[in-house]
T-cell receptor, first 112, second 112 residues
């Protein structure tokens, strides 16, 4: 079966541009997580959805970051007015309730 | 969620068993031990998880001490493709939105 997919795999943005990163979770997985991974570090939690409800956004670093999952399936992480410190790999994961998280390949964002 | 402690790195010879240790002395009764690995430039990959009993699947075995304060992930016949960062994570079983909190992990290098 298909795993979690993310697009684009690579994104280069000029500082100040807005970007949108897409995540397609495993079909039927109600839980969806976004993580940010800086070079050489472990992934850091950003936000969590249960179906279409965003239940935890405690890890979003600023109000330039927001995420949505309007129909409880595909999710989009949007970063407005990108800055150099936003350069990282953005990982999406999905799961059944209380089940293991399955991660996608990530989107590598480079802000120049 | 309880924190975990892992050595920063270890190596093993190809074909031999790799035993990766993890300490989680403050683990509580409703917390699982999860193991993930991350191969360079890929998303984290779920390996195995357990609560109290030892667990085995097609990838690895997980041995949890009786007091649950430490565990060992065993890769029975390591291959070069097992070279990766391995993360030991403690995760609550009680909340449906329980996220994974990654530490620095242990870098396993499998040598020919």
């Amino acid at each position: 079966g298909a795993g979690v997919s993310q697009s684009p795999r690579y994104k280069v943005a000029k500082r100040g541009q807005d970007v949108a990163l897409r995540c397609d979770p495993i079909s039927g997985h109600v839980s969806l997580f976004w993580y940010q991974q800086a070079l050489g570090q472990g992934p850091e939690f950003l936000t969590y959805f249960q179906n279409e409800a965003q239940l935890d956004k405690s890890g979003l670093p600023s109000d330039r970051f927001f995420a949505e999952r309007p129909e409880g399936s595909v999710s989009t992480l949007k970063i407005q007015r990108t800055q150099q410190e936003d350069s990282a790999v953005y990982l999406c994961a999905s799961s059944l309730p209380r089940g293991p998280l399955y991660f996608g390949p990530g989107t590598r964002l480079t802000v120049t | 969620d309880a924190k975990t402690t892992q050595p920063p790195s270890m190596d093993c010879a190809e074909g031999r068993a790799a035993n990766l240790p993890c300490n989680h002395s403050t683990i509580s009764g409703n917390e699982y031990v999860y193991w993930y690995r991350q191969i360079h430039s890929q998303g984290p990959q779920y390996i195995i998880h357990g609560l109290k009993n030892n667990e085995t699947n097609e990838m690895a075995s997980l041995i949890i001490t009786e007091d649950r304060k430490s565990s060992t992930l065993i890769l029975p016949h390591a291959t070069l493709r097992d070279t990766a960062v391995y993360y030991c994570i403690v995760r609550s079983s009680m909340r449906a939105n329980s996220k994974l909190t990654f530490g620095k992990g242990i870098t396993l290098s499998v040598r020919p």
